[in-house]
C-alpha cells in the first residue's frame, strides 16, 4: 500500500529536520505530518481588529494597533540602554519600548511611517507602553493578511528553550499546508449531513483551525471538528453494537428454573425495590432474545447491584451455563465471594473464587473442575480473563466497577466461549455523567438502578477542620458505645505513598492514643501490606471484632459492612469528588443514622472548598459525578484516563453536549438507514473508517 502522505515522518517538513524532529516526538509526541496537523492549538491571540488608542487603559491586555511612529530614541547609558518610540494614531499616543535588539530596530523602522503594533499593554502613572511589540509596516494592499488570530498551542519547558515557539509552529504548519491539497484530506463526511448542518469542508476545518483568517473561519472549523470527532465516537459505538447484534447470538436463556425460584422464595429475606425488578426484567429480556446481551447496570453504592447479579446468575445456571463475576481488587471479589456463597448456600450452586493468590495444585484443580463444568459461577479478579482460564460453558460474564477496568478487558470476555460469546452485564457504582456514558458505553445497553432499598436514611455529611477533632473524638466515641463501627480513611496518592503512609502512620497512632485498648480496637489496611494481612485485619471488622478500621483508599470499592455508620475522611480535600462520593456510600447501609464527616486543613483552595461543599448538600450521586466532571473535566474522571476513548482532541464534554447529542441522533439515523453503509453518499465514511481502522495500531481501544 502507497504511503499517505500525511504519514511523512515530521522532520522531512520544510523548517523542521532531524534535531526538532526529534523534539516534536520526544516532547509533544508528534511524529508525522498527521500529527502535527491534528495537534491543536489551544487558544488565539486576537489580532482580527485594531483598536483605538485611546481605547486602551488595562494593564496587561493585548492590543493590535495602527498607527504612526513619530518618535525614537536611544535613552540610558552604555549597557543599560533602551530605546523608545511613540505611536500615534488619531486618538492618543503610545509608547513602544525595546531593551534587546535595539541597534536592529533602529535600523529597520522608519520615524514617520505607518506601522501596525501588537503586544501586552504596560499602564504605569496614565502611560500606555508596550515592550518588545510585534511591529509590521501597514500596507494597505494587505491589510487583511494582517489582521488574523494567530494560534497558540501548548508547549514545553525544552521546546521552548530550543526555540519552537507557537509561532514557528505556526510556519511548519503553513510549510505543511504548501506541501497537502485538498486532495491530501478527502472529505469524508456524507455530503447530506453536511449540507443539513451547514458543515465546512475536512481541508477548509483543519486549515482554519490553525490558520483562521477571522473568527467565523475559525468558528465554523471548530464547530466542524468537534462534530467530526464526536460524529465519529458515536458512529463506531452504534455500528459495533449493531455488528455484535447481527453477528453474535447469546445463548438463549429461556428456562426460569428451580435455582432462581428457591432463591427467590426460600432464601431472599426481603423484597426485591421496584428498580431491581425492572432491571432484572430488562435483562432476563436480553438473555432471552437470541443475541448477545451487552448491558450497563448502573446504580449508586448501596442501591443493590450484587442481587441483581446473583439472580442474573442463577437464570444462566437454570439454563445449564456458567457464569462469572470478576472484580477489580482482591478484597472486593473476595467479599463477592464470601456473600454469594452464602447467599446460594443449600441451592446446590458450586462457587469458586480465583485471583492471583489461588496457585499450585488448589489453581490447577481449580481450573479442572472449570472446565468439566463442575463449577458454577467463578468469583475472581482479572486472573479470570487469563487465557488459560477455560470455561466449559460460560454463559453470562458480569462485570463489577467497569470503571477500575480498560475497556479491552471487557472484550476479552467474549472470547470466553468459542462457540457463543457470553452475555455481559457491567456493573458500576459510579455514576456516570450522560454524556460520559454515551461516549464511553455508548455501545451498551443501559439499565439504571434509581431506587434505594427501603428504610435507608440519607447520611449526613459534616465539615470539620483538624481544630475541632476533640468534639469528632467525642462523637466516634459516642457510637462506639452504641455497638456502631467506624471508618477512618486517609488519602493516598501514589507519587508520595511514603509520605501517605507516614500520615496514615501517624493518624493510627493518635488513634491508638485517644480510643486505648482493651476498651476499643482498631484494625489498619493499606496497600502496602500482604494480601492476607489486609484480608486478616479487613474480616476483624466485618466481623465486629475491632471498632475502627483504619485504611488508604484501599476501601474504597465495594467493602460491606452495615453496621459501619461513621466514615471519617482525613485530608479530606485531597480526593476527588467520586472518590469522596464512593467512600460515603459505606455507610449507611443498615437501616441507622450514618454519618460521613470531612476533616481538612483550615485554609482551602476553591475547587475543594466546592468539592466539600458539594458533598455536604447532596446524596445524590448523578449529581456529584456532574459536578464533578464540571470542575475536573471530563478527562480526570475517575478511571476514564486509562480507557482510551475519551481522548478528544478538540470535543469537550462538558462544553459540547448539545454537539454531542447532535452527533448521536445522526450517527443512529445512518446506521438505522444504512448499517453496513452501502449507499453511495455514506461510501467515503465507510472508506475513511477502514483507513482509521488500519492506523489504529490498537483497534481495541475504539472497538
Ligand atoms: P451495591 O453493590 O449496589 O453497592 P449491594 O448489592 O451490596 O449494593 O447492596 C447493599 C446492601 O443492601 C446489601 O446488604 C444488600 O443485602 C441490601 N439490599 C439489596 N437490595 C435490597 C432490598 N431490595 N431491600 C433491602 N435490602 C437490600
Ligand atoms: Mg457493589
Given at each position: 500500500?502507497?504511503?499517505?502522505?500525511?504519514?511523512?515522518?515530521?522532520?522531512?517538513?520544510?523548517?523542521?529536520?532531524?534535531?526538532?524532529?526529534?523534539?516534536?516526538?520526544?516532547?509533544?509526541?508528534?511524529?508525522?505530518f498527521?500529527?502535527?496537523?491534528?495537534?491543536?492549538?489551544?487558544?488565539?491571540?486576537?489580532?482580527?481588529?485594531?483598536?483605538?488608542?485611546?481605547?486602551?487603559?488595562?494593564?496587561?491586555?493585548?492590543?493590535?494597533?495602527?498607527?504612526?511612529?513619530i518618535?525614537m530614541?536611544?535613552?540610558?547609558?552604555?549597557?543599560?540602554?533602551?530605546?523608545?518610540?511613540?505611536?500615534?494614531?488619531?486618538?492618543?499616543?503610545?509608547?513602544?519600548?525595546w531593551?534587546?535588539?535595539?541597534?536592529w530596530?533602529?535600523?529597520?523602522?522608519?520615524?514617520?511611517?505607518?506601522?501596525?503594533?501588537?503586544?501586552?499593554?504596560?499602564?504605569?502613572?496614565?502611560?500606555?507602553?508596550?515592550?518588545?511589540?510585534?511591529?509590521?509596516?501597514?500596507?494597505?494592499?494587505n491589510?487583511?493578511?494582517?489582521?488574523?488570530m494567530?494560534?497558540?498551542?501548548?508547549?514545553?519547558?525544552k521546546?521552548?528553550?530550543?526555540?519552537?515557539?507557537?509561532?514557528?509552529?505556526?510556519?511548519?504548519i503553513?510549510n505543511?499546508?504548501?506541501?497537502?491539497?485538498?486532495?491530501?484530506l478527502?472529505?469524508?463526511?456524507?455530503?447530506?449531513?453536511?449540507?443539513?448542518?451547514?458543515?465546512c469542508?475536512?481541508?477548509?476545518?483543519?486549515?482554519?483551525i490553525?490558520?483562521?483568517?477571522?473568527?467565523?473561519?475559525?468558528?465554523?472549523a471548530?464547530n466542524?471538528?468537534?462534530?467530526?470527532?464526536?460524529?465519529?465516537?458515536?458512529?463506531?459505538?452504534?455500528?459495533?453494537?449493531?455488528?455484535?447484534?447481527?453477528?453474535?447470538?447469546?445463548?438463549i436463556?429461556?428456562?426460569v428454573?428451580?435455582?432462581?425460584?428457591?432463591?427467590?422464595?426460600?432464601?431472599?429475606?426481603?423484597?426485591?425495590?421496584?428498580?431491581q425488578?425492572?432491571v432484572?426484567?430488562?435483562?432476563r429480556?436480553d438473555?432471552g432474545?437470541?443475541s448477545?446481551?451487552?448491558r450497563?447496570l448502573?446504580g449508586?453504592v448501596?442501591?443493590?447491584?450484587?442481587?441483581?447479579?446473583?439472580?442474573?446468575?442463577l437464570?444462566?445456571?437454570?439454563?445449564?451455563?456458567?457464569?462469572?463475576?470478576?472484580?477489580?481488587?482482591?478484597?472486593?471479589?473476595?467479599?463477592?465471594?464470601?456473600?454469594?456463597?452464602?447467599?446460594?448456600?443449600?441451592l446446590?450452586?458450586?462457587?469458586?473464587f480465583?485471583?492471583g493468590?489461588?496457585k499450585?495444585?488448589?489453581r490447577?484443580?481449580?481450573?479442572?473442575?472449570l472446565?468439566?463444568?463442575?463449577?458454577?459461577?467463578?468469583?475472581?479478579?482479572h486472573?479470570?480473563?487469563?487465557?488459560?482460564?477455560?470455561f466449559?460453558?460460560?454463559?453470562?460474564?458480569?462485570i463489577?466497577e467497569?470503571?477500575?477496568f480498560?475497556?479491552?478487558?471487557?472484550?476479552?470476555?467474549?472470547?470466553k466461549?468459542?462457540?457463543?460469546?457470553?452475555?455481559?452485564?457491567?456493573?458500576?457504582?459510579?455514576?456516570?455523567?450522560?454524556?460520559?456514558?454515551?461516549?464511553?458505553?455508548g455501545?451498551?445497553?443501559?439499565?439504571?438502578?434509581?431506587?434505594?432499598p427501603?428504610g435507608?436514611?440519607?447520611?449526613?455529611?459534616?465539615?470539620?477542620t483538624?481544630?475541632?477533632?476533640?468534639?469528632?473524638?467525642?462523637?466516634?466515641?459516642?457510637?462506639?458505645?452504641?455497638?456502631?463501627?467506624?471508618y477512618?480513611?486517609?488519602?493516598?496518592?501514589?507519587?508520595?505513598?511514603?509520605?501517605?503512609?507516614?500520615n496514615l502512620?501517624?493518624?493510627?497512632?493518635?488513634?491508638?492514643?485517644q480510643?486505648?485498648?482493651?476498651?476499643?480496637?482498631?484494625?489498619v489496611?493499606?496497600?502496602?501490606?500482604?494480601?492476607?494481612?489486609?484480608?486478616?485485619e479487613?474480616?476483624?471488622?466485618v466481623?465486629?471484632?475491632?471498632?475502627?478500621m483504619?485504611?488508604t483508599?484501599?476501601?474504597?470499592?465495594?467493602?460491606?459492612?452495615p453496621?459501619?455508620t461513621?466514615?471519617?475522611?482525613?485530608?479530606?480535600?485531597?480526593?476527588?469528588?467520586?472518590?469522596?462520593?464512593?467512600l460515603?456510600?459505606?455507610?449507611?447501609?443498615?437501616?441507622?443514622?450514618?454519618?460521613c464527616?470531612?476533616i481538612?486543613?483550615?485554609?482551602?483552595?476553591?475547587?475543594?472548598?466546592?468539592?466539600?461543599?458539594?458533598?455536604?448538600?447532596?446524596?445524590?450521586g448523578?449529581?456529584?459525578?456532574?459536578?464533578?466532571?464540571?470542575?475536573?473535566?471530563?478527562?480526570d474522571?475517575?478511571?476514564?484516563?486509562?480507557?482510551?476513548?475519551?481522548?478528544f482532541?478538540?470535543?469537550?464534554?462538558?462544553?459540547?453536549?448539545?454537539?454531542?447529542?447532535v452527533?448521536?441522533?445522526?450517527?443512529?439515523?445512518?446506521?438505522?438507514?444504512d448499517?453496513?453503509?452501502l449507499?453511495?453518499f455514506?461510501?467515503?465514511l465507510?472508506?475513511?473508517?477502514s483507513?482509521?481502522?488500519?492506523?489504529a495500531?490498537?483497534?481495541?481501544?475504539?472497538?
Amino acid at each position: 500500500m502507497s504511503q499517505h502522505l500525511l504519514d511523512t515522518s515530521i522532520e522531512y517538513l520544510k523548517g523542521v529536520g532531524p534535531g526538532r524532529g526529534e523534539l516534536l516526538r520526544n516532547e509533544l509526541n508528534i511524529k508525522t505530518f498527521r500529527d502535527l496537523l491534528y495537534t491543536f492549538p489551544f487558544r488565539y491571540v486576537d489580532k482580527t481588529s485594531f483598536q483605538l488608542i485611546k481605547d486602551v487603559y488595562s494593564d496587561g491586555q493585548q492590543v493590535l494597533i495602527k498607527g504612526t511612529i513619530i518618535s525614537m530614541d536611544k535613552v540610558g547609558g552604555k549597557g543599560r540602554g533602551r530605546l523608545e518610540a511613540v505611536m500615534r494614531d488619531g486618538s492618543g499616543f503610545i509608547q513602544l519600548i525595546w531593551f534587546q535588539g535595539i541597534k536592529w530596530v533602529q535600523e529597520s523602522i522608519e520615524v514617520g511611517k505607518e506601522y501596525i503594533a501588537f503586544g501586552r499593554v504596560k499602564m504605569y502613572k496614565g502611560n500606555r507602553s508596550i515592550a518588545h511589540p510585534e511591529l509590521e509596516p501597514y500596507l494597505a494592499q494587505n491589510i487583511d493578511a494582517l489582521k488574523r488570530m494567530d494560534p497558540i498551542y501548548s508547549s514545553t519547558e525544552k521546546l521552548d528553550k530550543k526555540g519552537l515557539s507557537s509561532k514557528v509552529r505556526r510556519n511548519l504548519i503553513k510549510n505543511l499546508f504548501k506541501k497537502i491539497g485538498k486532495s491530501d484530506l478527502e472529505e469524508f463526511l456524507p455530503q447530506p449531513l453536511m449540507d443539513k448542518l451547514n458543515l465546512c469542508s475536512r481541508y477548509d476545518s483543519l486549515r482554519w483551525i490553525h490558520l483562521p483568517g477571522n473568527k467565523e473561519e475559525y468558528e465554523l472549523a471548530k464547530n466542524r471538528l468537534k462534530f467530526e470527532e464526536l460524529f465519529l465516537n458515536q458512529l463506531v459505538l452504534i455500528l459495533n453494537k449493531e455488528m455484535r447484534k447481527r453477528k453474535m447470538s447469546g445463548a438463549i436463556f429461556s428456562t426460569v428454573g428451580e435455582k432462581l425460584n428457591s432463591f427467590y422464595h426460600d432464601k431472599l429475606s426481603f423484597e426485591l425495590t421496584g428498580a431491581q425488578k425492572r432491571v432484572l426484567k430488562e435483562i432476563r429480556k436480553d438473555m432471552g432474545s437470541g443475541s448477545q446481551m451487552n448491558r450497563l447496570l448502573q446504580g449508586d453504592v448501596g442501591s443493590g447491584k450484587t442481587i441483581v447479579a446473583l439472580m442474573s446468575m442463577l437464570i444462566a445456571i437454570d439454563n445449564g451455563f456458567q457464569a462469572t463475576l470478576m472484580a477489580p481488587t482482591e478484597i472486593l471479589a473476595q467479599q463477592h465471594y464470601t456473600g454469594i456463597t452464602e447467599m446460594v448456600s443449600g441451592l446446590g450452586v458450586k462457587v469458586a473464587f480465583l485471583s492471583g493468590t489461588v496457585k499450585g495444585k488448589k489453581r490447577k484443580e481449580l481450573l479442572r473442575l472449570l472446565t468439566n463444568g463442575d463449577i458454577d459461577i467463578l468469583i475472581g479478579t482479572h486472573a479470570l480473563i487469563e487465557d488459560h482460564v477455560i470455561f466449559k460453558n460460560l454463559g453470562l460474564s458480569i462485570i463489577d466497577e467497569q470503571h477500575r477496568f480498560g475497556v479491552g478487558q471487557r472484550a476479552r470476555m467474549w472470547g470466553k466461549n468459542e462457540e457463543k460469546e457470553p452475555h455481559i452485564l457491567v456493573m458500576t457504582a459510579t455514576p456516570i455523567p450522560r454524556t460520559l456514558a454515551m461516549t464511553r458505553y455508548g455501545d451498551l445497553d443501559v439499565s439504571i438502578i434509581d431506587e434505594m432499598p427501603p428504610g435507608r436514611k440519607d447520611i449526613k455529611t459534616i465539615h470539620r477542620t483538624d481544630s475541632s477533632r476533640p468534639k469528632v473524638d467525642a462523637f466516634l466515641k459516642r457510637e462506639i458505645s452504641e455497638g456502631k463501627q467506624i471508618y477512618v480513611v486517609f488519602p493516598l496518592i501514589e507519587e508520595s505513598e511514603k509520605l501517605d503512609l507516614q500520615n496514615l502512620q501517624d493518624g493510627y497512632e493518635r488513634l491508638l492514643h485517644q480510643f486505648p485498648r482493651p476498651d476499643y480496637q482498631i484494625s489498619v489496611v493499606h496497600g502496602r501490606m500482604k494480601a492476607e494481612s489486609k484480608d486478616f485485619e479487613m474480616q476483624r471488622f466485618v466481623k465486629g471484632e475491632t471498632h475502627i478500621m483504619v485504611a488508604t483508599t484501599v476501601i474504597e470499592v465495594g467493602v460491606n459492612v452495615p453496621n459501619a455508620t461513621v466514615m471519617v475522611i482525613e485530608n479530606a480535600e485531597r480526593f476527588g469528588l467520586s472518590q469522596l462520593h464512593q467512600l460515603r456510600g459505606r455507610v449507611g447501609r443498615g437501616g441507622q443514622q450514618s454519618y460521613c464527616i470531612l476533616i481538612t486543613g483550615y485554609k482551602l483552595s476553591k475547587e475543594a472548598k466546592h468539592r466539600i461543599q458539594t458533598m455536604v448538600r447532596t446524596n445524590n450521586g448523578f449529581e456529584i459525578a456532574e459536578a464533578d466532571m464540571m470542575l475536573r473535566g471530563p478527562g480526570d474522571i475517575t478511571g476514564t484516563r486509562q480507557s482510551g476513548i475519551l481522548d478528544f482532541k478538540i470535543a469537550n464534554l462538558v462544553q459540547d453536549q448539545k454537539i454531542l447529542q447532535v452527533a448521536r441522533h445522526f450517527a443512529r439515523n445512518i446506521v438505522e438507514k444504512d448499517p453496513k453503509l452501502l449507499l453511495k453518499f455514506n461510501s467515503r465514511l465507510k472508506k475513511y473508517l477502514s483507513e482509521q481502522k488500519r492506523l489504529a495500531k490498537d483497534w481495541g481501544r475504539i472497538s
